[in-house]
């Protein structure tokens, strides 16, 4: 869980404290434990005042001095998000901007045997005081893991929800059976440490169950059921209803990973593109892409979103079916080829004013497609027989190293396991559907797919990427 909670004020040298508590502070800084059988959250309850030792350091300018030689002996207090400076509970010397240092649980006011030689020395000089100091805390000091252990029951404790998906200012939880009754409890303290989360919805179906188009029912757990969201990533933005469309911020590096290996001026086919999160970010590259959605909703907001991020003269959109998808792009790729479609780029100024300005540049549409993307990991193997053809008569095109056969991007779901296993079964699938014996190994060789382990996303499931070149007695079939 990403939580946040808010700052806790700083110190006099502006450092700040990151060491993790030991197992005896833990027990002192735990927080209270709040059961309710309402599942009701009371933030009031989690007030909690912890008895402390602190030295008052009478002359602000060693507050430095005491405290680094303190945090060599290990007596100064090390906690997340408390600093251990802070000002003299005593009214009148706090308006003189008197300090103290906080000192771990186990240094006692009134037990001088537990106090170290740096404590001793500068009481002796009268540079300090050793004093009761009440630390107060409260709800926001705590964490979601902290909140959540103090207030699920014990047998949830070891197994609390660490993760959730974002969109914009919504999260989406997809929780386990057991937490279902605990869920808007959840959903409210994730709101409260994580500023940026206004709304917090659950799934109540599987993605894609009941809908071709991967979106899915849900209810709103905590916040206002507003959907209409705005991200940003690579740079782009995208708005648009994520109650409509799919969206799914873990996928973020998988996106960056393909589109850094197009290349500017090539075609790229995004077969299942969304709304756009490989093709917008590959426009912006200077790659020219054919991106197509069977979604209407997608094809909508990726049209706002080509628009949005001025990439209109490379990115075009499509909504159609995927199948037929595939020819129709490598077509009329062909065709705006041929029709000597380019993009003309101007010269950018010269830094010496008497040097003449270059011509603009003129980027030309290539005659072939270079990559094609298959995000659809549920089913985008079932669509590679349509590939079948793809360049059917069209031979010449790649005679004589003119261009490679272009290298597809299938995203897919297999077995998670430490073997060969999921390998073998993403090839032996995909060797049945174009109908080419394929294996393991370099997508740059005929016959052979790399595959890349993207994410897990059951406990033995795993989504993966496979990436292999079209071979050419699929490319030349004839079609059907």
Same mark, same amino acid.
């Given at each position: 869980?990403?939580?946040?909670?808010?700052?806790?004020?700083?110190?006099?040298?502006?450092?700040?404290?990151?060491?993790?508590?030991?197992?005896?502070? +833990?027990?002192?800084?735990?927080?209270?434990?709040?059961?309710?059988?309402?599942?009701?959250?009371?933030?009031?309850?989690?007030?909690?005042?912890?008895? $402390?030792?602190?030295?008052?350091?009478?002359?602000?300018?060693?507050?430095?001095?005491?405290?680094?030689?303190?945090?060599?002996?290990?007596?100064?207090?090390?906690?997340?998000?408390?600093?251990?400076?802070?000002?003299?509970?005593?009214?009148?010397?706090? @308006?003189?901007?008197?300090?103290?240092?906080?000192?771990?649980?186990?240094?006692?006011?009134?037990?001088?045997?537990?106090? #170290?030689?740096?404590? @001793?020395? #500068?009481? @002796?000089?009268?540079?300090?005081? !050793?004093?009761?100091? &009440? $630390?107060?805390?409260?709800?926001?000091?705590?964490?979601?893991?902290?909140?959540?252990? /103090?207030?699920?029951?014990?047998?949830?404790?070891?197994?609390?929800?660490?993760?959730?998906?974002?969109?914009?200012?919504?999260?989406?939880?997809?929780?386990?059976?057991?937490?279902?009754?605990?869920?808007?409890? *959840?959903?409210?303290?994730?709101?409260?440490?994580?500023?940026?989360?206004?709304?917090?919805?659950?799934?109540?179906?599987?993605?894609?169950?009941?809908?071709?188009?991967?979106?899915?029912?849900?209810?709103?757990?905590?916040?206002?059921?507003?959907?209409?969201?705005?991200?940003?990533?690579?740079?782009?933005?995208?708005?648009?209803?994520?109650?409509?469309?799919?969206?799914?911020?873990?996928?973020?590096?998988?996106?960056?990973?393909?589109?850094? $290996?197009?290349?500017?001026?090539?075609?790229?086919?995004?077969?299942?593109?969304?709304?756009?999160?490989?093709?917008?970010?590959?426009?912006? %590259?200077?790659?020219?892409?054919?991106?197509?959605? +069977?979604?209407?909703?997608?094809?909508?907001?990726?049209?706002?979103?080509?628009?949005?991020?001025?990439?209109?003269?490379?990115?075009?959109?499509?909504?159609?079916?995927?199948?037929?998808?595939?020819?129709?792009?490598?077509?009329?790729?062909?065709?705006?080829?041929?029709? %000597?479609?380019?993009?003309?780029?101007?010269?950018?100024?010269?830094?010496?004013?008497?040097?003449?300005?270059?011509?603009?540049?003129?980027?030309?549409?290539?005659?072939? *497609?270079?990559?094609?993307? +298959?995000?659809?990991?549920?089913?985008?193997?079932?669509?590679?027989?349509?590939?079948?053809?793809?360049?059917?008569?069209?031979?010449?095109?790649?005679?004589?190293?003119?261009?490679?056969?272009?290298?597809?991007?299938?995203?897919?779901?297999?077995?998670?396991?430490?073997?060969?296993?999921? $390998?073998?079964? *993403?090839?032996?699938? *995909? /060797?049945?559907?174009?109908?080419?014996?394929?294996?393991?190994?370099?997508?740059? !060789? &005929?016959?052979? !797919?790399?595959?890349?382990?993207?994410?897990?996303?059951?406990?033995?499931?795993?989504?993966?990427?496979?990436?292999?070149?079209?071979?050419?007695?699929?490319?030349?079939? #004839?079609?059907?």
């Amino acid at each position: 869980m990403n939580s946040t909670s808010p700052s806790n004020g700083g110190d006099a040298t502006g450092a700040t404290t990151t060491t993790s508590p030991s197992p005896e502070k +833990m027990a002192v800084l735990r927080p209270p434990i709040v059961r309710s059988s309402l599942n009701a959250l009371n933030r009031a309850l989690f007030a909690k005042k912890i008895n $402390l030792a602190a030295a008052a350091v009478h002359d602000s300018r060693t507050i430095s001095k005491y405290r680094k030689s303190l945090t060599g002996t290990r007596e100064i207090l090390t906690v997340e998000r408390i600093s251990p400076i802070v000002p003299h509970p005593d009214t009148t010397l706090r @308006q003189q901007g008197k300090k103290c240092i906080l000192l771990e649980p186990h240094v006692k006011p009134e037990s001088p045997e537990t106090w #170290g030689p740096t404590i @001793q020395e #500068g009481v @002796q000089k009268e540079e300090l005081s !050793v004093m009761p100091y &009440e $630390l107060e805390l409260g709800y926001d000091y705590w964490s979601f893991h902290d909140i959540l252990t /103090s207030v699920l029951p014990e047998e949830f404790h070891d197994d609390i929800p660490g993760g959730f998906n974002t969109a914009g200012h919504v999260a989406h939880l997809n929780l386990r059976d057991r937490f279902l009754p605990f869920r808007k409890l *959840i959903a409210e303290v994730l709101v409260d440490k994580n500023p940026a989360i206004k709304t917090v919805i659950n799934k109540v179906d599987n993605v894609g169950s009941d809908s071709q188009f991967r979106t899915f029912a849900y209810e709103v757990l905590a916040g206002p059921d507003d959907l209409n969201v705005r991200v940003t990533e690579s740079n782009c933005v995208f708005e648009f209803d994520y109650s409509k469309v799919y969206w799914n911020s873990k996928l973020e590096t998988e996106h960056r990973r393909l589109v850094d $290996l197009f290349a500017p001026g090539e075609v790229v086919c995004d077969v299942m593109a969304g709304i756009g999160p490989f093709a917008v970010p590959a426009g912006k %590259r200077g790659v020219f892409v054919w991106a197509n959605d +069977m979604n209407p909703e997608s094809y909508k907001y990726m049209k706002r979103a080509i628009d949005k991020n001025k990439v209109s003269k490379y990115v075009r959109p499509f909504c159609t079916d995927g199948r037929t998808f595939i020819h129709q792009a490598a077509d009329a790729v062909l065709a705006a080829h041929l029709a %000597r479609e380019s993009i003309t780029l101007p010269a950018p100024k010269p830094t010496n004013k008497s040097t003449p300005r270059p011509a603009p540049k003129v980027v030309p549409v290539p005659p072939t *497609i270079a990559h094609f993307v +298959m995000n659809l990991p549920a089913s985008a193997i079932e669509f590679l027989g349509c590939y079948r053809g793809v360049y059917a008569g069209h031979e010449a095109l790649f005679a004589d190293g003119k261009a490679k056969l272009p290298m597809v991007h299938a995203h897919c779901f297999s077995y998670k396991a430490d073997d060969e296993t999921p $390998l073998n079964d *993403i090839c032996e699938r *995909i /060797s049945r559907e174009i109908g080419f014996p394929m294996r393991p190994g370099d997508a740059e !060789v &005929e016959g052979q !797919v790399a595959i890349h382990d993207v994410r897990d996303v059951a406990p033995a499931k795993r989504m993966f990427c496979a990436s292999f070149r079209v071979p050419g007695a699929v490319a030349f079939a #004839g079609r059907g």
